[in-house]
């Protein structure tokens, strides 16, 4: 028996683009209380509502001790995405509190923005759009994809997608995985190689890696030194992979042509991040998932796991 019980959604955009998964909850009598404020909550607005709360849909505010101790009937953490970053999942197991993830629902999504990215960088589509907005007639030039090798660091969900989707763009595909899927990589036609050979040979990289304590900062000053000459570089995965001072110097100094970057190192980004004071870069705001399509299958998924934890009917292996 569920009812009664209560949700913290901290997910954006809950009962704009959610509503079957809100109806989800209400039809079995939970109680929802909703993120109003449109971006991650902080801690203090989060210790005014996780007192009672029973299970949350996370967005990516930080999830920690600090908030495990004040939320003692905490069960579950159904994190509204992918990566769990921002959830330390070891202490919250100590806590007896279950993390589950929505493993492969938004991997279309960010495969698609990825793609749109790189396309986006090898033929200058934001300057153009705005030099023509300015009532100038720049045609600036932009390199074509075909021919091109392409490596993707990290061979999971999104990258594959990735390299489905580029398949008919005429490219050459390369990938790197520590765990490398084989029988994936040779459905698609993609050689597993290692990551120093996707960094030296590729004139384009795609980074696609999980954030964690072994591959932070995995692009670094040494890394984008081993690129090639005007190489794009695509980060649609975590900004915590990335050392930014070393992306702007590699861009700065013409090392690589352009990059398109979704995520940072701090987020919201800052007005002063060092990669805004270039010029060939592209950015979003952490925007690769955001596609209604995306809320809908990853609320559903995220409202079914919480409701299968306390029904018991399949409850949902944490991480
Ligand atoms: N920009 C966005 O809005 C957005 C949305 C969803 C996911 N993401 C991010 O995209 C990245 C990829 O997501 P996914 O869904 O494809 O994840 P996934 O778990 O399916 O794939 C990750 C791959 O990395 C491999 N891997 C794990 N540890 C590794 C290591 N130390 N070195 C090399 N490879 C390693 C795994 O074997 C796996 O194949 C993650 O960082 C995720 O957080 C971003």
Redesign the pocket.
Known sequence: MTAGRTVLVTATNYSKLCTESKKLFQDSGWKIIENGFGRPMTFDELQDRVGDIDAVVAGVDTWDESVFKIAPKLKIISRF???V?NIDVETARRFGIKVTNA??R??N??AE?TIGLLLSAMRNIPPLHQSVRQGNWDRFVGDELIGRKVGI???????QKVARKLSGFGVEIHA??????LEAAQKLNVAMVS?ETILQDSDIVCL?????K??HHFMNAQTFAMMKDGAYFIN???GA?VDEKALQGALTSGKLRAAAI??YEVEPAAVDNPLFQVSNIITTP?????TYETYRAVGLHTAQAILDEFEGVHPPKGL
């Open positions: 995405g992918v990566g970053d493993a492969g938004n991997a999504a960010v923005l660091l990290g061979f999971g969900a999104i990258a790197y995985d520590k765990y490398p899927n990551a696609l890696l999980p954030s964690l072994e591959t649609t995965a975590r992979l979704d995520v952490h925007t690769a998932a955001e």
